[in-house]
RNA sequence: GGGCGGUUAGCUCAGCGGUUAGAGCGCAUGCUUCACACGCAUGAGGCCAGAGGUUCAAAUCCUCUACCGCCCACCA
């Protein structure tokens, strides 16, 4: 076989790129359903289209990437569906502020040039993430690319929209809801982020129209009172009871209000007394309705004053908070102010303060859709991992409210309802109707609203696979298997998801939720672009050079179901580099020395493998096992460890140097070259095919150069863990001569013995052990620099002048006479001793203990009494040593 | 106000009822050993946040407390 030269670095630079492009070329992202194979599907989280990879998106695609690549080399038709959201709010705002630049707002375009300009903006910068995916080695199905604008989407949305409305439904309904005076429409309750600020709490009187003293109320929204129809206290509070049904005044505006009694009112806040103002807060509200107040309105779209605010009119809220509270204070009606700290609502896009108001919207009753949602979790069709969320998800699904699907922005879907200008009839139709269904009118006008995005991302597991049509995809791939996310978004899109695709397909849409740790900084703070704080990936695999590779498996590798929020930095991403170097160099190692081997000769029989080679195989196939287990489950950051350990810690640390060994020894034995390089070969193909969902590039590269049947790895079946390799002798075996080898060359580090040195050894064993040992010597010799060496009878009688080591099975003795200090060495085993007696003592103690022989489970008595007696046994040794050294001194 | 996480070596984290609590990085010492100095070897470093409790046995289970973080919530 001709040996391809290999390059001594690894550069992912070099390879990435060039090898994705070879991917895609070979179709190898496609999903086609087959029947012949069992379809498997995730649906990547839309990014939005004027969004930027950020480390986010590289963790999110990174696990689903992993989990795509591995159904797929299980044999599974993976699909990995791709697509961009059109994020109405968001990217209304980023248009909008660009025209800001321009002195224009997007009334002057008017909506039709309005629209445009963001289409424009959207074929310019939307396949910018696209482009980052791919980077990253994201093995999604490009072809099956879908932006929620695509026509065939919009028609779903549209279908949805209609569906729901003929049922009743989605209404029309005039409510308190939550503004954005700076985006100037509505959003939902999940749209807005508390936060705690510092205000003040103002104390205002309101006197008696009777010329009375009135009532004194605390307010943290001064501006407000000129809206104000009531003052309320709780119907027990005697302080106030003789008040109830009499007249105060509003300040300033001194407009006579009613005193009412209502059980909402918390005595003890503030005065006990609150201001009722229906048009500007929303218990307010209620309160206002029940009581059949008037609802005043003093704040516009834009929150400014009203012209109902009279002299306030046209200042800002903040603006006319300020000034009402300086007349409060000449009009000798403050009372007092104090600091007080509470929670205020921000727009979750522009961190404008939220203004409850009053407003025209359409509304989406989920009730019914949300309690079989929350059925369907129950009954465990859609299982959350990490468990907990599960809770999360229910409590919100059993406490939740009609959803306003309406927004006050021209980029999205239209909504499909017309008016008629004559009757003023309302339909819902996927299309302009032609005439007025009920008076025939021709002259319809539509409903300038379009809808909430996340109305439209509900269906992304639907409308992807092509519904309402009943297209294959559909019937092979719903539902699908997997949705993985930040647990941001789990009111958001998880869970309307689950309804809307019980609405639509009476099927739950995936079947597992798998909820990610939220990356952060290593200080903990969020990683921000405008902070600073963040680490870019793309800046990290291309800039610094650490390689895509490097920057999954460091993501993965700490992608813990135990906690919530990955700090993350640099420095790990360099140890992944590290990882791969030496992944490389194990690599080269292995080519090197396959020289005349052909894989596809007949494996080596049992006999003609080393202890060390059954041992690495069984290792291996206990690994296999474990990595497919734990992906199964999600736990990535265990099957990334058990790879890193398996790679670093047993192949290239113990196996390739017993390899080594065993090659150099048996040059001249066909038989075992053969074995010693299936093994190398057979372990290492293996071991990058586990690892390639996590670090797809570089496995690749090594399975490319190392010999192999197909065209790629990325294809090739799943390594299945071979029960016929678990050896329990041979890990046992290894386990005592890894022990020894530790022993001496502890002994030599602390004798200061130069490493290139040899140094005689002597072992002294029971039988068994020596024959493991016996097999041992050219390891002993390799990895320990110890020849020769002397395999004894315990019985046999120790020589002078040793250094020693106790370990359980096995007694080592450097004989250096002379080099050896007699009182140092002494002072060391006594150390050694004193330690063990310590345990000795500890478990002998328990041992005599009644309660534990009586009551702890017989196997692990059993198991302390052996080990204090293997401990016993150690101590006499070493006290024997201790003799021996003291007879010499 | 309600709920959920976290607190283990200098740092980032495993371990979640049973041998002497682990890893990587960092640190110390020694090595240009024929895959690899992005490396090899050896070593130092921990009353597992605190206080109670359950158990033959607790870092691990329960209760409380403290601090850090997140989510939900109509306390004006």
């Known amino acids: 076989m001709a040996r391809t030269t290999i390059p001594t670095t690894y550069d992912p630079r070099q390879v990435e790129v060039a ?89 002057d375009l008017g909506r039709e040039k309005f629209q445009e300009r963001v289409w424009a903006w959207v074929r310019k910068y939307g396949s910018i993430i696209y482009s980052q995916l791919e980077r990253l080695g994201i093995s999604c199905d490009w072809d099956r690319k879908v932006f929620t604008l695509d026509p065939d989407y919009s028609r779903a949305v549209l279908e949805a929209f209609v569906r729901l409305y003929r049922k009743g439904l989605i209404y029309r309904g005039r409510h308190m809801v939550n503004w954005c005076p700076r985006c100037e429409t509505v959003i939902s309750d999940l749209e807005v982020v508390h936060e705690e600020v510092d205000s003040s709490l103002w104390y205002v009187r309101y006197p008696g129209a009777d010329g009375g003293p009135g009532v004194v109320v605390a307010t943290q929204r001064p501006e407000t009172i000129l809206a104000d129809v009531a003052v309320a206290v709780h119907p027990a509070d005697d302080r106030y009871r003789h008040l109830v049904g009499t007249t105060v005044l509003v300040p300033l505006v001194r407009r006579p209000v009613p005193v009412i009694a209502d059980p909402r009112v918390d005595p003890a806040f503030g005065t006990g007394a609150v201001k009722i103002t229906p048009g500007h807060d929303p218990l307010d509200h209620e309160i206002g309705a029940d009581h059949r107040l008037p609802t005043l309105v003093v704040l516009d779209s834009r929150g400014r004053m009203t012209g109902e605010a009279g002299r306030y009119a046209g200042l800002d809220r903040l603006a006319a908070r300020e000034a009402v509270a300086v007349d409060l204070q000449e009009a000798g009606l403050l009372e007092r102010v104090e600091p007080y700290r509470s929670s205020v609502g921000h727009c979750d896009r522009c961190h404008t303060v939220i203004e409850p108001s009053i407003s025209d919207q359409w509304f989406l009753d989920v009730a019914e859709m949300a309690r079989r949602a929350a059925d369907a979790i129950r009954a465990g069709r859609v299982r959350f991992h990490p468990q907990r969320w599960t809770k999360v998800a229910l409590d919100w699904l059993d406490g939740i409210r009609p959803w306003v699907i309406s927004r006050q922005l021209w980029w999205g879907h239209r909504i499909p309802v017309w008016q008629c200008a004559a009757c003023g009839e309302r339909t819902a139709d996927t299309a302009a109707p032609a005439a007025c269904p009920r008076c025939g009118g021709a002259d319809l006008v539509q409903d300038p609203d379009v809808l909430d995005t996340w109305f439209s991302s509900a269906l992304w597991p639907l409308a992807t696979l092509g519904w309402p049509r009943d297209t294959a995809d559909l019937r092979y791939f719903y539902p699908t298997s997997v949705l993985v996310t930040d647990r941001g978004i789990i009111f958001l899109w998880v869970c309307r998801m689950i309804m809307f695709g019980l609405e639509f397909m009476g099927e739950v849409p995936f079947a597992d939720v798998y909820i990610h740790p939220t990356v952060l900084t290593l200080t903990g703070q969020r990683m921000s672009k405008s902070l600073g704080t963040g680490i870019d990936p793309l800046e990290m695999a291309d800039g610094r050079g650490y390689g895509a590779d490097a920057v999954r498996f460091a993501l993965i590798s700490r992608c813990s179901q135990a906690q919530q929020d990955m700090r993350f930095g640099e420095k790990m991403i360099e140890d992944v580099r590290n990882f791969n170097t030496k992944l490389w160099n194990a690599t080269r190692f292995v080519l090197l020395h396959l020289d005349g081997f052909d894989h596809r000769a007949p494996a080596p029989a049992p006999a003609a493998l080393s202890t060390a080679d059954r041992w690495i195989r069984s290792r291996h196939a206990r690994l296999a096992g474990e990595v497919t287990a734990l992906l199964e489950a999600y736990e990535f950051d265990k099957a990334a460890r058990a790879l890193y350990d398996f790679i670093w810690g047993e192949f290239c640390d113990w196996y390739v140097e017993m390899a080594k060994a065993d090659l150099q020894r048996e040059a001249g034995d066909p038989v075992r070259r053969h074995a010693v390089q299936h093994t190398l070969w057979v372990v290492l193909s293996r071991t990058v095919q586990l690892l390639h969902p996590i670090m797809p590039f570089i496995t690749e590269e090594v399975w490319q150069l190392l010999p192999h049947d197909g065209p790629s790895i990325m294809v090739s079946p799943w390594p299945q863990p071979d029960p016929g390799w678990v050896d329990h002798q041979a890990e046992a075996e290894v386990a005592v001569v890894k022990d020894t080898i530790r022993a001496i060359r502890s002994l030599r580090a602390e004798l200061a013995l130069p490493p290139g040195r040899r140094v005689p050894v002597r072992l002294r064993a029971d039988g068994p052990t020596r024959a493991m040992l016996e097999r041992a010597r050219p390891y002993l010799a390799d990895l320990a620099r110890a020849e020769p060496v002397h395999l004894d009878d315990p019985a046999v009688p120790r020589p002078a002048g040793c250094a020693a080591a106790v370990l359980p099975q096995v007694e080592v003795l450097l004989p250096l006479a002379g080099l050896v200090d007699a009182a140092r060495e002494q002072a060391r085993l006594r150390k050694t001793v004193d330690q063990v007696e310590a345990e000795i003592r500890r478990l002998e103690g328990r041992l005599q203990d009644h309660e534990f022989t009586a009551r702890a489970p017989a196997e692990i008595v059993a198991q302390q009494r052996q080990r204090a007696e293997e401990l016993r046994v150690r101590a006499r040794r070493i006290r024997e040593l201790l003799e021996a050294l003291a007879a010499e001194g």
């Open 19 to 107: 090898r994705y492009r070879i991917w895609k070329e070979a179709g190898y992202f496609r999903a086609v359903p087959d029947p012949a194979r069992r379809p498997w599907a995730v649906m990547m989280p839309l990014p939005n289209v004027t969004g930027e990879l950020h480390i986010g998106h590289a963790l999110n695609n990174s696990v689903q990437d992993v989990l795509t690549r591995f159904r797929r080399m299980q044999g599974f038709c993976a699909l990995y569906q791709p697509g961009t959201d059109h994020a109405g709010i968001a990217t209304q705002n980023v248009v909008e502020r660009e025209l800001a630049r321009e002195g224009l707002r997007r009334e």
